[in-house]
């Protein structure tokens, strides 16, 4: 029976846990906005428990806040944060893309540009997420350093966050797209220094987007 309870509260927590990242993720709770519980337990019919266990763990990864006395509240991430995680990011796709070069199969190289080429202007966001995920993913798995394999997936939830803002302004789904066709076609001709050089200019220009939308969202840190 105490099994059964554990998995029970443990899975209450996952829903919970889930819930409110999508919310952060989607801007739904917008930075240094308050976390309302009672809100929450009534949307998704649970208790307090496990909802503050879902929330230590955002808390212990960096979604969310606790200040003493007034409550948890979404944490803001700050241009330096921005700035930080794109320079991680950039780091360990250039080292993966070496190894990406010599070692990705031209069927990896062609699923991915199929996928890219059904999208269109009347697609959903979340294709275009899931696009963009499948070019960098298909470098990152030639990273071939469990360490950075590592830190990275630690990171790719914040990611999330990142890109949302980064997928702000006019025609930037067309302008990411074809950046990537133009990387991808650089690693089917197996030019290093062509597609190094359009990987860089690439997560320059997504990290630059997602500093002017913070910008302009006027977001307080």
């Known amino acids: 029976m105490i099994a059964l309870a554990v998995v029970k509260t443990d899975s209450l927590s996952n829903i919970a846990y889930k819930y409110i990242l999508e919310q952060i993720l989607t801007f739904r709770f917008k930075p240094n906005e308050a976390i309302i519980e009672n809100d929450i337990c009534s949307t998704l019919q649970i208790s307090r428990t496990p909802l503050r266990e879902a929330l230590r763990r955002l808390e212990a990864e960096g979604f969310v806040i606790k200040a003493r006395n007034r409550g948890t509240f979404v944490k803001p991430y700050t241009p330096e944060d921005i700035t930080e995680i794109y320079d991680i990011r950039k780091v360990f796709e250039m080292h993966a893309l070496k190894n ?6 031209p069927g990896e190289i062609e699923d991915v540009r199929r996928k890219i080429l059904l999208l269109n ?11 963009d995920d499948n070019l960098h993913n298909m470098i990152i798995r030639y990273c071939m350093n469990s360490r950075m394999s590592r830190i990275l997936k630690s990171l790719t939830v914040q ?4 890109q949302t803002l980064s997928s702000q302004g006019p025609n930037r789904f067309q302008q990411v797209n074809d950046e990537h066709l133009q990387i991808l076609n650089a690693i089917e001709q197996r030019n290093l220094t062509q597609a190094s050089a359009l990987l860089e200019l690439h997560l320059e220009s997504v990290k630059q987007c997602c500093l002017q939308t913070y910008k302009k969202m006027q977001i307080k840190i």
């Open 100 to 105: 990406c070069i010599v070692a990705v199969t």
């Open 159 to 162: 990611l999330g966050i990142v």
């Open 121 to 131: 202007e009347s697609s959903p966001p979340d294709d275009f997420f899931k696009s």
